[in-house]
């Protein structure tokens, strides 16, 4: 089915962040994508954005070869309505679907970072949703593992020079820059989202590996319970 010259026709979704975004692409070759910031879930805006970024290629659902969506960590209503969307359109067509990291993503954003790479997303409460990479070009190491934790927890595992990319770090800039001082570097607010046109890397990592699965068989990956899991630990 892949035209192997020009590598797997994929439509990757991320709506692990506030707003989120699609991309369609041939191998390595980005087609079209569409990034939003905004504060309104993704049930809104996700279809429409599909329907404009296919009827602006020309492509259609069964044009694809498969489906990327970032799992997570972030927002739960977010990750529900990617992940519920993504399961529903790869059933409909039967293609296979992998799932990829939103920490990682947004490590690839800095590709050729000659010091460690902290990804932080606000989880809310206090915490943040962190992980520690150490980049590669096309590819990231990990450091320190996805885990959610207050901010200053975290920090104890930068020890040295470190940029730091994401909303969470956005948000937590004074508090960083007061613990670690000059060692902190920092992104702008354009790179505080994960791009679903750089999530495609990761995506095609799966492809490659062979680690691409049915769509009933991913799930979003949370790492903290939700509020109705922790109201009502039993239901279900």
């Not at 994960?194 to 991913?218: I, N």
């Amino acid at each position: 089915m892949v035209d192997f010259d020009t590598g797997p026709r994929l439509l990757t979704v991320q709506t692990a962040t506030p707003g989120g975004g699609i991309a369609l692409t041939e191998g390595d070759r980005l087609v079209g994508e569409i990034s939003l910031n905004i504060l309104k879930t993704p049930a809104t805006w996700l279809l429409d954005a599909l329907d404009t970024l296919l009827t602006s290629t020309g492509w259609s659902l069964e044009n694809l070869d498969g489906f990327g969506v970032v799992a997570g960590p972030g927002a739960f209503t977010g990750l529900r309505v990617g992940m519920a969307t993504v399961k529903g359109l790869a059933m409909a067509v039967d293609r296979p679907v992998a799932t990829v990291s939103s920490l990682e993503c947004l490590a690839l954003q800095v590709p050729f970072a000659a010091m460690p790479v902290c990804t932080m997303l606000d989880a809310r409460k206090q915490e943040v949703y962190a992980a520690l990479f150490a980049p590669r070009g096309a590819e990231v190491r990990i450091l320190e593992d996805e885990v959610v934790m207050s901010p200053e927890a975290f920090l104890e595992k930068c020890q040295g020079e470190t940029v730091f990319v994401g909303g969470g770090a956005t948000v937590y800039r004074t508090l960083i820059t007061r613990i670690l001082g000059p060692r902190a570097h920092f992104l702008c607010g354009l790179f505080d989202q994960p791009r679903a046109g750089l999530a495609v890397q990761l995506v095609l990592r799966e492809w490659q590996a062979g680690r691409m699965r049915p769509a009933e068989q991913v799930q979003p990956r949370y790492i903290r319970p939700s509020e109705a899991e922790l109201n009502h630990p039993h239901a279900g």
